[in-house]
């Protein structure tokens, strides 16, 4: 099987609802194939999509409107999306999206990442740290030592697979400044790798402890920030 992605797109259906639509890139072939899953209403496009083994999970995105129940009830044939779905792909094919349990809290925008068979997703605005486990397919939350409470958490998580951890940019709360720190699922600590970091960009990812990120400055350019010589 070609390498591919799996790519959403947001289609706006009136100003409230939206269809979340699924599409295929074909890598080697050089292919788009469009919709390929069932569509998901939604009442934002703010999910979070990520890959695990042969699933593809999608968090976050969802908002109570008072809207709902009357859409609902006059479309009965809509998949609507209630803030988590999860599906299958087989080989070429894709499944049905069918709902896992929500995050604890966070279904407005879920700041989630895969790391060694499990997704975390780390809190919106606030940093709130829950685990799920798609074996029991269930969520839990992590403790937070109690320097970190009440901090602020940018977007995005980041699993540094390498040093098998997952990097955070934090601020405000008992923080004396902008410090990014890493989360270490296997042990469960909290480190933190500098301080007073405030150049932080949502645009980023980190391969082998070095963080790559749009510059704030210009956003033509890309910076290269190493997590070892903190330079």
């Not at 540094?160 to 940019?169: A, Q, T, Y």
Request: hydrophobic share 35%; with cysteine; net charge negative.
């Amino acid at each position: 099987m070609s390498p591919r992605i799996l790519v959403p797109s947001v289609r706006c259906d009136g100003e409230i609802f939206k269809q979340l639509e699924f599409h295929i890139v074909d890598l080697e072939k050089r292919e788009i194939r469009y919709n390929v899953s069932p569509s998901l209403v939604s009442t934002s496009g703010l999910i979070r999509m990520l890959s695990l083994g042969e699933s593809i999970y999608i968090f976050g995105g969802y908002e109570d409107v008072a809207e709902i129940d009357s859409y609902v009830s006059q479309n009965s044939t809509d998949t609507f999306y209630m803030g988590s779905a999860h599906m299958r792909l087989a080989g070429d094919s894709v499944g049905e999206w069918c709902k896992p349990p929500k995050p604890i809290f966070g279904r407005i925008f879920a700041n989630s990442t895969c790391f060694h068979g499990k997704i975390y997703n780390m809190g919106f605005g606030y940093l709130d740290p829950q685990l799920f486990d798609p074996t029991s397919d269930s969520w839990k939350s992590i403790t937070l030592p109690s320097q970190l409470q009440g901090c602020f958490l940018s977007i995005f998580a980041l699993p540094d697979l390498s040093h098998d951890r997952i990097i955070l940019h934090l601020r405000k709360g008992s923080l004396p400044s902008p410090s990014i720190y890493a989360y270490y699922p296997i042990s469960d600590e909290w480190k933190l790798i500098v301080s007073d970091f405030s150049s932080w960009d949502p645009v980023a990812a980190v391969a082998d402890g070095v963080i790559y990120c749009n510059y704030y400055k210009c956003h033509t350019l890309v910076v290269a920030y190493d997590l070892k010589s903190l330079k």
